[in-house]
């Protein structure tokens, strides 16, 4: 089970890179109200709601892969991080690569709707990994019932998290006791979704936060490792603002940081950890 769920996990997260690329390839050569489609502001929001969960499926499947082959070796441990990684990668990675999948497709104007273009059978493929291996709602109640409520695997998650942040060097302390706080927030909900008889209609939301508090982490980690891509970094501010942080939506919003984050993420060469930390302080 645990294999068959990764493997799902990893297929979305293939998938969603692929949806990312043709995107990608599709903004900078197709051009609209005379330049490319990729320097419109708003075309450039949208390529970033495809790029920072692609990220995220990423990196959240190389962790309970590693997790996987420590757990294979005897670790104990590792095998409380897989039994909670493996649902957690299933429910929101695969929910994430329809929307990606439909969203790459709109960047090419609607020509993914007809078979002789490959997004149409990366929106038709997608489908799958909602529904094989368990549905969401199987995959969250696994997650929050049995996962967090029985096996109490989470502790485990906790403990290799708190490890990752402490592991962080060169962020700005701010941003790191963000990430901090969103991982305490999160946990806090999953406990009380197992816990309480009223949190079982909470399972997904709360499933949702632990993989967003996870894997903002995780790249927020990956983005300080020696010769690393900063850039991951920047991808977990976005997973905090975007995914986890409350907001009005009637409120403009006028973020300095959001468009030279966007044009580094945007940008095809990696950037180092010094013209990032400015964008993660601001």
């Not at 043709?22 to 320097?39: M, N, S, Y």
């Not at 695969?94 to 149409?120: K, Q």
């Amino acid at each position: 089970m645990n294999l068959s769920r990764l493997s799902h996990g990893v297929r979305a997260a293939a998938m969603m890179r692929r949806c990312v690329n043709e995107a990608l390839t599709a903004a900078r050569h197709r051009v609209a109200f005379g330049k490319p489609v990729i320097e419109h502001a708003l075309l450039r929001r949208q390529l970033l709601k495809l790029i920072v969960p692609t990220e995220q499926a990423l990196s959240m499947a190389m962790a309970a892969a590693a997790a996987l082959g420590e757990a294979e070796g005897g670790s104990a441990e590792a095998g409380e991080v897989l039994r909670i990684l493996t649902p957690l990668v299933k429910f929101r990675a695969c929910r994430d690569n329809v929307t990606v999948a439909t969203g790459a497709m709109e960047v090419r104007g609607g020509n993914g709707y007809i078979e002789e273009w490959v997004n149409a059978r990366l929106i038709r493929d997608a489908q799958v990994g909602l529904l094989w291996e368990g549905t969401s709602n199987i995959n969250a109640l696994d997650v929050i019932g049995r996962a967090v409520g029985k096996a109490r695997a989470h502790k485990a998650l906790e403990a290799l998290l708190r490890g990752r942040l402490e592991a962080m060097a060169g962020l700005a302390p701010a941003f790191t006791g963000r990430l901090q706080s969103a991982l305490a927030r999160a946990l806090k909900l999953a406990e009380w979704a197992a816990r309480e008889p009223a949190g079982e209609p909470q399972a997904r939301r709360a499933t949702s936060a632990l993989y967003h508090a996870a894997s903002a982490i995780l790249l927020a980690w990956e983005g300080t490792r020696d010769r690393a891509d900063a850039r991951r970094a920047l991808v977990s501010r976005f997973v905090l603002e975007h995914r986890l942080a409350p907001k009005d939506p009637l409120e403009p919003e006028e973020r300095a940081w959001e468009e030279p984050a966007i044009a580094a993420l945007l940008g095809e060469v990696p950037v180092s950890s010094a013209r990032i930390a400015p964008l993660l302080a601001a």
